[in-house]
T-cell receptor
Framework: GENVEQHPSTLSVQEGDSAVIKCTYSDSASNYFPWYKQELGKRPQLIIDIRSNVGEKKDQRIAVTLNKTAKHFSLHITETQPEDSAVYFCAAKRGSTLGRLYFGRGTQLTVWP | DVKVTQSSRYLVKRTGEKVFLECVQD?????MFWYRQDPGLGLRLIYFSYDVKMKEKGDIPEGYSVSREKKERFSLILESASTNQTSMYLC??????????????FGSGTRLTVV
C-alpha cells in the first residue's frame, strides 16, 4: 500500500514567519493530496487539497505544492499567527481505491507571539 | 452544522467489557472510517466501509469489529476491551462521487479509557 512520510514532527516559528511542512509518498498512482489541521481537543479539518493535475494551489496564507516526479508535496503557511498553532496532517490516495486516505504522522506547529 | 456525530465524547470502560462506539453522518456519504489517534503514531485506520453491510480491514483491525446496517451509521465494536485500546477514536466519512477525490469529514472523537 501507500506510505506517507511527514517532516518535521515538531516545528516552532515566530509570529509573522513562514512555516513549511513536507511529505513524501511512495505510490506513483496517488493523485489526491489533502492537508488537515487539528487544533487541541478538536476534530481534524480539511484546510487545503491538491489533485495531481496541478502543481500548486493557494488559499490566502496557505499554499500546497506538488512534485509528482519526486513524489513529494508541501504545505506553506506565510505570515504565521498564534491561531495557526495546531497539528497538521498530510495524506494521499488514489482516486480509484475506495476512498481510503493514507496519513502522515503529523507535525505539531507552534507559533510564538 | 455538525455533520458527523459520535455518540460519546468521553467513555470509561472496564477491561473485558464489550464496547460500542457509534457514528452517524448526515451527508449521504458512501464511505465511512474508524481511526484511532495516539500521540506520536498519528491516525491509524481500524476499519472502513464503502457501502451498507460492506467492511474492509484497515491497518490495525485486531480486537475490533464493525457494523454498517444503514448508510448513515457506522459502529465500532471492541469485543473485549483491553487497556491497550485506551485511545482517541475518530470517525470520518467521505463521498465516493468525483472519482473518490474528496477529503474526509471527521467527527469530534471519543476519548475511551479502559481501566
Amino acid at each position: 500500500g501507500e506510505n506517507v512520510e511527514q517532516h518535521p514532527s515538531t516545528l516552532s516559528v515566530q509570529e509573522g514567519d513562514s512555516a513549511v511542512i513536507k511529505c513524501t509518498y511512495s505510490d506513483s498512482a496517488s493523485n489526491y493530496f489533502p492537508w488537515y489541521k487539528q487544533e487541541l481537543g478538536k476534530r481534524p479539518q480539511l484546510i487545503i487539497d491538491i489533485r495531481s493535475n496541478v502543481g500548486e494551489k493557494k488559499d490566502q496564507r496557505i499554499a500546497v505544492t506538488l512534485n509528482k516526479t519526486a513524489k513529494h508535496f508541501s504545505l506553506h503557511i506565510t505570515e504565521t499567527q498564534p491561531e495557526d498553532s495546531a497539528v497538521y496532517f498530510c495524506a494521499a490516495k488514489r482516486g480509484s481505491t475506495l476512498g481510503r486516505l493514507y496519513f502522515g504522522r503529523g507535525t505539531q506547529l507552534t507559533v510564538w507571539p | 452544522d455538525v455533520k458527523v456525530t459520535q455518540s460519546s465524547r468521553y467513555l470509561v470502560k472496564r477491561t473485558g467489557e464489550k464496547v460500542f462506539l457509534e457514528c452517524v453522518q448526515d451527508m449521504d456519504h458512501e464511505n465511512m472510517f474508524w481511526y484511532r489517534q495516539d500521540p506520536g503514531l498519528g491516525l491509524r485506520l481500524i476499519y472502513f466501509s464503502y457501502d451498507v453491510k460492506m467492511k474492509e480491514k484497515g491497518d490495525i483491525p485486531e480486537g475490533y469489529s464493525v457494523s454498517r446496517e444503514k448508510k448513515e451509521r457506522f459502529s465500532l465494536i471492541l469485543e473485549s476491551a483491553s487497556t491497550n485500546q485506551t485511545s482517541m477514536y475518530l470517525c470520518a466519512s467521505s463521498s465516493a462521487t468525483r472519482g473518490n477525490l474528496d477529503g474526509y469529514t471527521f467527527g469530534s472523537g471519543t476519548r475511551l479509557t479502559v481501566v
